[in-house]
């Protein structure tokens, strides 16, 4: 079923040559000795462990799915998944970025981030349950009360227990404030938690010894609204003091979810019957604690798209150099063959090089916002850790709609590539745009993500963190403004830098007479914020190139090839995405409900 290579090499120059990581963190004591080896020895055992375990199980595990005993209440992983997770715990996988102090291996993030994204590539369904791990440590790590942290994040980093998050309910998505789960406090300081959750990933399995649940609740005299939601950490089993599992906690997982891909992911409605749980952080202030959780979550979506664009590319690039189908336009290419490789076409290229800009330009936004995010929690000086913050809180979003939007752009042009074999289950390729479709929803839908940016993290502060970025390709533009070389990359880049600078103040000054112009420009607004980072961190690459691509290494020649084509491409769709959201709310809002 196909391949998966890790891109190591691309991976090795975004983190570099493009970002000089071994420099940045030399400035963060925790990371001092982090150095290039030792990087690379950790992708390279990564890309074989993802190709070698994790790959061969995609397709078989999307045939198979999870099985639920109604009875027993419990789940079955495909064939395979446990087996691979038992192996991803031995080889150390789930301690990589976490705290020495609970048995992590404290490498930083831009590291793991790196090695997620492989994961994705190979397994989306199969990384979902040790990536929400992740996030319960997270937050756990920076809400946990003492006790907490000692009894959960050991085994939380070590990979003996899994964890998720619980938020959705079937009458409530998004609008949190609606949720109606209760917790009753018991006079031993825990809770009796009661309701009904949906759409849980790795909600319920035998892969791990314990599943953690982090549950949003509410307290019997909490206020309405989102200002009454307190979180809450409740175990599949009751740990014992010495850290072993006791008694079974009633959180039972109801039904699995009949969904369009991710079918090896046990996506389960769980319901609890008076489970034990204990407080998390603040009564009342558990939403603020589980950001820490879906911020987390957010990258992480944005990674299972960018490792879907990878191995989608990688395999339509294999069918397109193989399959044969008529003649190129300008002349017979493979003489010796009965037709040329459909590589030859023009727009097959098109669709190959689409997937291929998205992916190089998605591993490199994703792998500054996570230095970005070892910078926010690990340098010594405040002023940087403070710059770094307002960058994550900017870009968050845009890695979340962006790279997702894309995903589903790119694997379904790799899909287009292969013709009707791509519609069929047994080429792989329909399966990476079912699961890729997923990913536009989770964790705030990409529509909520693009009011984040517009309301929130722009219009909100007046355009404060959006102007700290934008000094950034300014900077960069006038740099490199004189030199001959970079101008097919830096005028378009400085011109869409001016435009979104009018087009956020033009929203703004409409936003004051009408809010609904906010909605109405978010989600076009994202894409050409989306675009105009993609486009400095491309020009950024071919700066690199231009000055490498005469040293007889053919990958510079492929980057500077590739980044071409994004400008030449892919970037003119602000134009249009412009004239969107300059258009208004009017349009949108003109007919009565009723007229539709």
């Known amino acids: 079923m196909g391949q998966y290579i890790a891109p190591l090499r691309d991976m090795q120059f975004v983190l570099h040559e493009l970002l000089q990581v071994e420099e940045e963190l030399k400035a ?10 030792l990087i690379d020895q950790v992708l390279e055992e990564g890309g074989k462990f993802t190709s070698q375990i994790l790959f061969p199980l995609n397709h078989s595990g999307d045939r198979e799915g999870c099985h639920l005993d109604k009875v027993t209440h419990e789940v079955t992983p495909p064939k395979g998944f446990k087996a691979a997770y038992k192996q991803y715990v031995e080889a150390g996988w789930p301690s990589v970025s976490c705290d020495p102090e609970f048995g992590g291996q404290g490498l930083p993030l831009v590291v793991n981030n790196s090695f997620y994204e492989m994961m994705n590539s190979a397994n989306q369904a199969w990384t979902m349950y040790p990536g929400l791990s992740h996030g319960a440590y997270e937050c756990l790590h920076e809400h946990g009360t003492p006790e907490q942290k000692a009894l959960y994040l050991p085994k939380l980093v070590s990979g003996e227990w899994t964890g998720t998050m619980c938020l959705t309910e079937s009458h409530c998505g998004t609008d949190l404030g609606m949720l109606r789960s209760k917790a009753e406090p018991q006079a031993d300081g825990s809770f009796k938690i009661s309701g ?13 010894e314990n599943i953690i649940h982090l549950v949003l609740a509410r307290l019997p005299d909490a206020p309405a609204g989102t200002k009454g939601i307190s979180l809450f950490v409740v175990p599949k089993f009751l740990p014992n003091a010495d850290g072993s599992v006791g008694a079974r906690n009633p959180i039972f997982c109801g039904a699995i979810e009949e969904k369009m891909g991710i079918h090896g992911n046990s996506t389960c409605q769980m319901n609890m019957d008076e489970a034990t749980g204990w407080l998390i952080g603040q009564p009342n202030k558990g939403l603020n604690a589980m950001f820490v959780m879906m911020n987390a979550a957010r990258l992480g979506v944005g990674m299972q798209s960018l490792g879907l664009t990878e191995v989608a590319f990688q395999n ?16 017979v290419k493979a003489p010796e063959k009965a037709a040329d490789p459909i590589i030859v076409h023009p727009d097959v290229r098109r669709m190959l090089l689409t997937a291929k800009a998205y992916a190089e330009g998605g591993r490199a936004f994703s792998s500054y916002v996570a230095l ?10 405040e002023d940087v850790r403070k710059e770094a913050a307002d960058e994550v809180a900017l870009l968050t979003p845009i890695i979340k709609s962006f790279l997702t939007d894309n995903g589903w752009i790119a694997t379904s042009e790799a899909l287009q590539v292969y013709g009707g074999h791509g519609f069929i289950a047994e080429w792989g390729m329909e399966q990476y745009v079912r699961d890729s479709r997923i990913n536009m929803i989770y964790e705030g839908t990409n529509t909520i993500q693009s009011l984040d940016l517009l309301g929130r993290k722009v219009l909100m502060d007046n355009g404060a ?3 700290k970025f934008g000094a950034k390709v300014q900077a960069f533009v006038e740099e490199n403004g004189t030199d001959e070389a ?5 005028t378009p880049l400085a011109d869409l830098g001016d435009k979104v600078t009018k087009l ?9 007479q009408n809010p609904d112009e906010v909605g109405a420009a978010a989600v076009p607004y994202l894409r050409v914020v989306g675009h105009m980072v993609y486009a400095y961190f491309f020009a950024r690459m071919a700066k690199i190139a231009l000055e490498k691509q005469d040293g007889g290494d053919k990958f510079y020649q492929s980057k500077l090839g590739t980044a071409r084509f994004y400008f030449a491409r892919l970037l003119p769709e602000t134009a249009m995405l412009i ?8 349009s949108l809002m003109a007919l009565d409900a009723d007229l539709f």
């Not at 004239?579 to 009017?586: F, H, I, K, L, P």
């Open 465 to 467: 963190k959006l102007r």
């Open 579 to 586: 004239r969107q959201a300059r258009s208004g709310s009017a």
């Open 504 to 512: 956020t103040m033009e929203i703004g000054m409409k936003a004051f």
């Open 316 to 331: 339509a690039l294999v069918y397109a150099k193989d399959r044969l189908q008529m003649r190129s336009l300008t002349g």
């Open 486 to 490: 970079m101008a097919e990359f830096i």
């Open 196 to 208: 009904g959750k949906i759409f849980i990933s790795a909600g319920e399995h035998d892969m791990s």
């Open 28 to 37: 963060m004591p925790k990371h001092a000795e982090t150095n290039r080896e």
């Open 372 to 381: 970005q995010i070892d910078k926010e929690l690990n340098h010594p000086d």
